[in-house]
T-cell receptor
Framework: EPEVTQTPSHQVTQMGQEVILRCVPI?????FYWYRQILGQKVEFLVS????????KSEIFDDQFSVERPDGSNFTLKIRSTKLEDSAMYFC?????????????FGPGTRLTVT | DAKTTQPPSMDCAEGRAANLPCNHS???????VYWYRQIHSQGPQYIIH???NNETNEMASLIITEDRKSSTLILPHATLRDTAVYYC????????????FGKGMKLTVNP
């Protein structure tokens, strides 16, 4: 069964450093998402991406964040200058369709630890 | 904010049916009901969704009341691996793409 994959599984970085989290969505999906979950808290939406453009983003997704689909298979989340509060699990998801009738399939997550 | 209300936790015996309730009294006509679960910090896993008819797939059944103000997710034969946090989410068909997760309900399946 096709699945979303994410690398690395765990990333440790120092405050102020740039990190890139990588995701390979399910191959025939067209809509891509990033969510994050701070330890012990709710899963929070960050951004959605379709047709090489951001279609929606949350207040969390400020100028320090960017997303890119550099080729036909990868989908990346970049954090330019990490802060301690960026420590969280980051989940990538993909969907074959948009919005209400489309279920989203999540990857296993990348645990980001900022020290 | 989440538009659904779920009890914080529930226990179920292994092999028995688990009936997970959800209230969504302010649901509008275009909003679907989705169920996801999250097993111990893994990525959320899609289970099932519906608009107004009852739905069944290989994982679960979804029963939506006629007035659509509440629903029940049924795991017909719960196993230990079904222990997880279960999220009931409503989302507009033509609106935002994001899933808004609440606190969910922790289901513990006991041997």
């Amino acid at each position: 069964e096709p699945e979303v994959t994410q690398t690395p599984s765990h990333q440790v970085t120092q405050m102020g450093q740039e990190v890139i989290l990588r995701c390979v969505p399910i191959s025939n999906h067209l809509y891509f998402y990033w969510y994050r979950q701070i330890l012990g808290q709710k899963v929070e939406f960050l951004v959605s991406f379709y047709n090489n453009e951001i279609s929606e983003k949350s207040e969390i997704f400020d100028d320090q964040f960017s997303v890119e689909r550099p080729d036909g298979s990868n989908f990346t989340l970049k954090i330019r200058s990490t802060k301690l509060e960026d420590s969280a699990m980051y989940f990538c998801a993909s969907s074959p369709t948009r919005s209400g009738a489309g279920e989203q399939y999540f990857g296993p997550g990348t645990r980001l630890t900022v020290t | 904010d989440a538009k659904t209300t779920q009890p914080p936790s529930m226990d179920c015996a292994e092999g028995r049916a688990a009936n997970l309730p959800c209230n969504h009294s302010t649901i509008s006509g275009n909003e679907y009901v989705y169920w996801y679960r999250q097993i111990h910090s893994q990525g959320p896993q899609y289970i099932i969704h519906g608009l107004k008819n009852n739905e069944t797939n290989e994982m679960a059944s979804l029963i939506i009341t006629e007035d659509r103000k509440s629903s029940t997710l049924i795991l017909p034969h719960a196993t230990l691996r079904d222990t997880a946090v279960y999220y009931c989410i409503v989302r507009d068909q033509g609106g935002s793409e994001k899933l808004v997760f609440g606190k969910g309900m922790k289901l513990t399946v006991n041997p």
